[in-house]
């Protein structure tokens, strides 16, 4: 039922897209019009007796404005310009992912200052344990307590694949997988669509003192790993011998499918397991700089504010957040994860859609060198060699 009252019984919101409910009464007919209020587009105008008008499957930021007349004396009785100022909105972020949430999160900063909304957050504990102090003004809830809120609006964060229009206005693949949460809850301009990191709890005390890299070396699918067989082997060396220490963050020691396992690099300190994200913060943010793929530690790394080496080649740079120390081999095949032709399933870990069991599958990191990281990684600022 929807939360807010508007006249003779007659209720709306905005929860899932826009929601008016006509109780059944045999004496009045109404006529209902509704607009997007920003282009002055008519989206419906039907007459209507009783039951539930859903605007659309579209569940993204729109402005409404919408109008019901008495039928019979074909006066206005209600009308309403949606605005979230002061009112009770619902952003819901999907559980467990950590890297598209970290990419989100500031956008919702964004839109929480242009509209002047109370902001609700549905999110995972794990991203609430990390935020929560540099953003004290919003109330963090479960999916739980969602239906309990009252709320004037809702949105929902996502990735929406099989190009679904329905929940963004523009597919992830052609914005990156950050800005699309912009896009979603109404955020146009350049300058509110520009990458911000999220800001986290950077105070604690260093705490270790010799010059050290964290690296992140496991994904959730195979296409997005460095499948170069000798490439942190290479890098890691490298690195050590220019008196680093080199400390690895993944969550699990080994991680694969069937015949197909990634294991922890050689070399380095082992420091994976599921550990509090603050946890990780506290040592990433005093590294010189940190090496990562397309995944939540990295976008967490960003968060920490040291250079990041990202190495992908699966995903265009337009993904992720800028960083100019991106890796990527335009030579070879590349870039599926941005490919309208292709969708990605979830359920195949071994995913890569052009060169599925043939010798060029995951070549777009297969092929990207240990020499290319290396040079890539001379040009960080931070990078101290070791005195000859």
């Known amino acids: 039922m929807p939360s807010q009252d508007a006249v003779n019984g007659i209720k709306f919101d905005f929860n899932s897209g826009l929601r008016i409910y006509f109780p059944e009464n045999e004496k009045n007919q109404y006529h209902l019009q509704f ?11 039907a007459d209507v007796k009783n039951g539930t008008v859903i605007s659309s499957v579209k569940k993204y930021y729109i402005n409404y404005h919408f109008i019901i007349t008495d039928k019979n004396t074909k006066k206005i009785i209600f009308e309403h310009y949606f605005n979230l100022k002061n009112k009770k909105v619902i952003v819901q972020f999907p559980v467990g992912t950590l890297g598209d949430s970290l990419g989100w999160f500031s956008y919702v900063e964004r839109f929480q200052k242009k509209t002047q909304c109370n902001l609700i957050l549905c999110v995972s504990q794990f991203l609430i344990d990390i935020v929560k102090k540099q953003y004290p003004n919003y109330k963090y809830i ?12 809702c949105y929902y964060l996502g990735l929406f694949f099989k190009n679904d229009r329905n929940f963004q206005p523009v597919d992830f693949r052609q914005v990156g997988l950050h800005k699309t949460a912009g896009m979603i809850l109404g955020l146009r301009t350049k300058e509110e669509l520009e990458d ?43 690195l050590k011998e220019n008196g680093y220490r080199v400390i690895c ?19 380095v300190e082992n420091e994976t397991g599921d550990k509090p994200l603050q946890e990780r913060i506290d040592l990433i943010k005093d590294a010189d700089f940190f090496i990562g793929l397309s995944s939540g530690l990295t976008w967490l790394a960003w968060c920490c504010k040291i250079p990041v080496v990202m190495i992908s080649g699966f995903s265009l740079p337009k993904n992720e957040f800028y960083t100019p120390y991106r890796v990527i081999n335009y030579q070879v095949c ?17 995913w890569c859609p052009k060169h599925k069991n043939d010798n060029q599958q995951f070549e777009c990191t297969k092929t990207i060198t240990s020499a290319q990281v290396i040079n890539v990684i001379k040009q960080i600022p931070n990078f101290k060699p070791k005195k000859k």
């Open 196 to 238: 911000e990191p999220v800001r986290l709890d950077l105070s604690a005390e260093r705490k270790i003192k010799d010059k050290y890299v964290v690296i992140a070396t496991k994904a959730s699918s195979q296409a997005k790993f460095w499948n170069n067989p000798h490439g942190w082997y290479d890098v890691i060396n490298f």
């Open 35 to 45: 607009f997007d209020n920003d282009s002055n587009l008519l989206l419906y105008d």
């Open 249 to 267: 963050i993944d969550k699990n020691v080994v991680y694969g499918t069937g015949m197909v396992y990634n294991y922890l690099p050689w070399g």
């Open 334 to 350: 590349n870039g599926c994860w941005d490919d309208l032709t292709e969708e990605f399933d979830h359920g195949d870990f071994l």
């Open 142 to 153: 479960s999916k739980e307590q969602v239906k309990d809120q009252n709320s004037y609006a």
